[in-house]
């Protein structure tokens, strides 16, 4: 389309030539003549003035050279990605390979008491156990596993190989990723007479509407009542959520966060990668954690931390700039240390006091600069 054609479809403003044909949308820094990039991050600016885009997406306060054509968005970062949306469009599912005109693969297991909703499409070697309800156009990749009695809405996703266990519940418009697990039992046990007894894990998980699950992610069924992710949440891979944890609405949960059982996530909550959660914990609404961190304790609402354990961000930040050369510290300490312990002996030699007998040790013994 023509960059006047996309500006009106991503409601932006043009400033250059609207005749200019696009084909795609590409980094600043790589984009062509035929393509058009963003500015969303300052640290970036520089690239305005060498880019090769046809056009880029800037806010309405940044400075751009007058040769460069643009469109001027109040959220730059979102109308990249509604450019995304009306140049590339999102993945096209196809039908299964062997049954293109039905859509459900005739070596797909589907129990006959099973509800199948109209418009799916069941690759090869999906298994929909006995009394599960899927939705209308939800597709299931090979390998995917929907467990007895286990319901999907509209419109969901199971990639290869992702797997729903029994009883649990899927809100309309969920993806999940390969080999993402709903449903797994969780890590309870009692320990009696030196052994570990399993809990049963009687209660389920319920995932709310527009959810996604990235690869790898499990999220455990709770052992009584139920783990339970909120509408429009976003889970990255390889994460792990544990047994009767409640997440909120819009979380962004990254990359190898694990939250242990019992844990109560409020609303727009965003935990960066490898942050983790002991249990039985709150964090309030709205709160962020900085990656790595390891949250001991209940975080208020709104609040940002960071560290090991998470603290306030602004005090986790000048921890670690005090802390990055802790050796030099230490030979600092020490030099001061030997320093004082000469001065004191001047001082007591000087008013007629013999040294104490103990700082005398300390200061010719072999090995004290170590």
Do not use: W
């Given at each position: ?7 009106s ?13 696009i ?7 790589r ?19 060498t ?5 880029v997406i ?13 469109l ?11 450019s ?13 390979a062997d049954?293109?005109?039905v859509?459900i ?19 090869p ?18 390998g ?23 009883r649990?519940?899927i ?7 390969a080999?993402?697990?709903?449903g ?5 046990y ?11 894990q009687?209660?389920?998980v ?20 139920e ?6 949440s ?6 792990s959520?544990?047994?009767?944890t ?16 019992s844990?109560?996530?409020?609303d727009y909550?965003?935990?960066g990668g490898q ?5 039985h914990?709150?964090?309030?609404a ?7 961190a ?10 940002s931390v ?12 000048r921890?670690a700039?005090?802390g ?12 001061l ?9 001047t ?7 013999a040294?104490?007998r ?9 090995g004290?600069?170590?």
């Amino acid at each position: 389309m023509t960059l006047a054609e996309l500006a009106s479809r991503i409601g932006a403003e043009l400033v250059g030539d609207g005749a200019i044909a696009i084909r795609g949308v590409a980094p600043i820094d790589r984009a062509e003549s035929d393509e058009i990039s963003f500015l969303a991050n300052t640290r970036y600016t520089g690239f305005l003035r060498t880019t090769k885009a046809a056009a880029v997406i800037v806010g309405r306060e940044v400075e751009c050279p007058e040769s460069l054509s643009r469109l001027i968005a109040a959220d730059p970062y979102f109308a990249f990605r509604e450019s995304l949306v009306a140049l590339h469009g999102f993945r096209v599912h196809p039908p299964p390979a062997d049954n293109e005109s039905v859509g459900i693969s005739p070596l797909a297991v589907i129990h006959a008491t099973a509800n199948i909703g109209d418009g799916c499409m069941i690759h090869p070697f999906a298994v929909v156990q006995r009394g599960a309800v899927i939705g209308r156009n939800c597709v299931l990749y090979p390998g995917a596993s929907v467990g007895e009695e286990a319901t999907l809405g509209d419109g969901c996703v199971l990639f290869p190989h992702a797997v729903v266990y029994d009883r649990c519940r899927i809100g309309h418009r969920v993806t999940m990723h390969a080999n993402a697990v709903v449903g797994s039992d969780g890590f309870g046990y009692a320990t009696h007479k030196g052994r570990h007894e399993k809990i049963p894990q009687t209660g389920i998980v319920v995932i709310e509407d527009d959810v996604e699950i990235g690869s790898g992610c499990v999220i455990e069924r709770a052992a009584m009542e139920e783990t339970h992710i909120g509408a429009g949440s976003k889970l990255a891979d390889l994460i792990s959520i544990g047994h009767g944890t409640r997440l909120g609405r819009g979380c962004l949960i990254v990359s190898l966060v694990g939250i242990a059982g019992s844990v109560e996530v409020g609303d727009y909550v965003a935990l960066g990668g490898q942050v983790g959660v002991s249990g039985h914990l709150t964090i309030g609404a709205g709160a962020r954690v900085a990656g790595k961190a390891a949250v001991v304790t209940d975080i208020a609402a709104g609040a940002s931390v960071a560290g090991s354990p998470a603290i306030d961000l602004d005090m986790a930040k000048r921890n670690a700039l005090a802390g990055r050369d802790l050796y030099g510290m230490a030979k600092r300490l020490k030099a001061l240390e030997r320093e004082v312990t000469k001065l004191q002996r001047t001082i007591d030699e000087r008013a007629g006091r013999a040294p104490d007998r103990a700082e005398t040790d300390s200061t010719s013994a072999p090995g004290t600069n170590a």
